[in-house]
C-alpha cells in the first residue's frame, strides 16, 4: 500500500503554509496582531498535523518512526509542542521565525517522499528500538530549540554591540532570557537524545552483536552528540557568545539532517 498525503496532511501543510508567511511579515508589520494570526494558524496546522499522525498509527498499528516521512511528520510535531511550551512559558515569540519554517519544511518531506505503509518488521518489533527512536526524536526537538534559542541570543548581543535595530528586534527578548531558554533547551533535549542514543547502541548489540555499523544516520546521529555537547560545555564555561559557537551550531544542525534524511537510505 503506497503511501499518499491525505486530505489532513494537505490541509496541515497549508495551515503550517499560510502561518508561517504571516509570521514573516510580522517582521515588516512589526504588529502583534500579525504574529498572533500566524500562532493561531500554526496551531491549526498543528490539530490536524495530530490527525495524520494517528492515521498513520491507526493504519500501521505503531508509532510513526520507521520510515523518513513519518521520522519527518513526527519530529516536525515534536518541535512545535516544544515552542508552545515555551510559548505559554516564557511568552516568546521571536523563535517562530526559525521554528515555523522548519516545521513547514520537515512536513513538506513527508508530503513528497512517499514509502510504503507497512506493518511494522519483527525484527523492529523492541521496546529498546521504540524508545531508541521516541527519544531520539523528542531530544532532536529540543536541541533544535535550543539552537535557535542560540540564534536570537547571537542576533540580539550583535545588535547590542553595533546600537543597531534590526527586523527582529522588537520580537527578541533580553540576551538572558535568550540564554535561559536556549541553555535549558539544550540540557533537556542533550539528556533525552543522549539516552535514545544509548538505547539505539543496546538494540545495536542485542540485535546484531555489534555496537554500531557506521551508517549514514549513525555517523551524523553521533557527530551532532558531540557537537552538541561542545556547545553544553560553552554554557557551562560561560563561552557561549564566543564567534565559535554559531560554526558549532551549524556543523550540529548540518550532522541532524545527514542523520534525519540518512533513514531514507538505511
Given at each position: 500500500?503506497?503511501?499518499?498525503?491525505?486530505?489532513?496532511?494537505?490541509?496541515?501543510?497549508?495551515?503550517?503554509?499560510?502561518?508561517?508567511?504571516?509570521?514573516?511579515?510580522?517582521?515588516?508589520?512589526?504588529?502583534?496582531?500579525?504574529?498572533?494570526?500566524?500562532?493561531?494558524?500554526?496551531?491549526?496546522?498543528?490539530?490536524?498535523?495530530?490527525?495524520?499522525?494517528?492515521?498513520?498509527?491507526?493504519?500501521?498499528?505503531?508509532?510513526?518512526?520507521?520510515?523518513?516521512?513519518?521520522?519527518?511528520?513526527?519530529?516536525?510535531?515534536?518541535?512545535?509542542?516544544?515552542?508552545?511550551v515555551?510559548?505559554?512559558?516564557?511568552?516568546?515569540?521571536?523563535?517562530?521565525?526559525?521554528?515555523?519554517?522548519l516545521?513547514?519544511?520537515?512536513?513538506?518531506?513527508?508530503?513528497?517522499?512517499?514509502?510504503?505503509?507497512?506493518?511494522?518488521?519483527?525484527?523492529?518489533?523492541?521496546?529498546?528500538?521504540?524508545?531508541?527512536?521516541?527519544?531520539?526524536?523528542?531530544?532532536?526537538?529540543?536541541?533544535?530549540?535550543?539552537?535557535?534559542?542560540?540564534?536570537?541570543?547571537?542576533?540580539?548581543?550583535?545588535?547590542?554591540?553595533?546600537?543597531?535595530?534590526?527586523?527582529?528586534?522588537?520580537?527578541?527578548?533580553?540576551?538572558?532570557?535568550?540564554?535561559?531558554?536556549?541553555?535549558?533547551?539544550?540540557?533537556?533535549g542533550?539528556?533525552?537524545?543522549?539516552?535514545?542514543?544509548?538505547?539505539?547502541?543496546?538494540?545495536?548489540?542485542?540485535?546484531?552483536?555489534?555496537?554500531?555499523?557506521?551508517s549514514?544516520?549513525?555517523?551524523?546521529?553521533?557527530?551532532?552528540?558531540?557537537?552538541?555537547?561542545?556547545l553544553?560545555?560553552?554554557?557551562?564555561?560561560?563561552?557561549?557568545?564566543?564567534?565559535?559557537?554559531?560554526?558549532?551550531?551549524?556543523?550540529?544542525?548540518?550532522?541532524?539532517?545527514?542523520?534525519?534524511?540518512?533513514?531514507?537510505?538505511?
Amino acid at each position: 500500500m503506497t503511501m499518499t498525503p491525505n486530505v489532513a496532511l494537505y490541509l496541515a501543510l497549508c495551515f503550517y503554509a499560510a502561518g508561517t508567511l504571516a509570521a514573516l511579515a510580522a517582521l515588516f508589520t512589526r504588529l502583534a496582531r500579525t504574529q498572533q494570526v500566524a500562532l493561531g494558524l500554526m496551531i491549526a496546522g498543528f490539530v490536524t498535523h495530530t490527525v495524520w499522525i494517528g492515521s498513520i498509527c491507526v493504519r500501521t498499528h505503531h508509532p510513526p518512526i520507521t520510515n523518513l516521512p513519518e521520522a519527518a511528520s513526527f519530529l516536525a510535531w515534536c518541535i512545535f509542542a516544544f515552542e508552545m511550551v515555551i510559548l505559554l512559558r516564557y511568552r516568546v515569540h521571536a523563535a517562530s521565525f526559525f521554528v515555523y519554517p522548519l516545521v513547514l519544511i520537515l512536513l513538506t518531506v513527508s508530503a513528497v517522499i512517499r514509502e510504503p505503509y507497512a506493518l511494522m518488521d519483527p525484527a523492529l518489533r523492541s521496546g529498546l528500538f521504540t524508545s531508541h527512536v521516541l527519544m531520539s526524536t523528542v531530544g532532536v526537538a529540543g536541541l533544535l530549540i535550543g539552537l535557535s534559542f542560540i540564534m536570537l541570543s547571537q542576533l540580539q548581543d550583535r545588535a547590542l554591540k553595533r546600537k543597531t535595530r534590526g527586523p527582529l528586534w522588537d520580537w527578541i527578548p533580553s540576551l538572558n532570557v535568550c540564554n535561559v531558554i536556549s541553555y535549558r533547551a539544550l540540557a533537556i533535549g542533550f539528556s533525552i537524545y543522549t539516552l535514545g542514543l544509548l538505547a539505539g547502541v543496546l538494540w545495536s548489540y542485542r540485535t546484531t552483536a555489534e555496537l554500531m555499523d557506521l551508517s549514514v544516520k549513525q555517523i551524523g546521529a553521533l557527530v551532532a552528540w558531540v557537537l552538541f555537547a561542545m556547545l553544553l560545555q560553552s554554557y557551562i564555561s560561560g563561552g557561549y557568545r564566543a564567534r565559535r559557537t554559531l560554526f558549532i551550531s551549524a556543523g550540529a544542525f548540518v550532522a541532524i539532517l545527514v542523520a534525519i534524511l540518512g533513514i531514507h537510505h538505511a
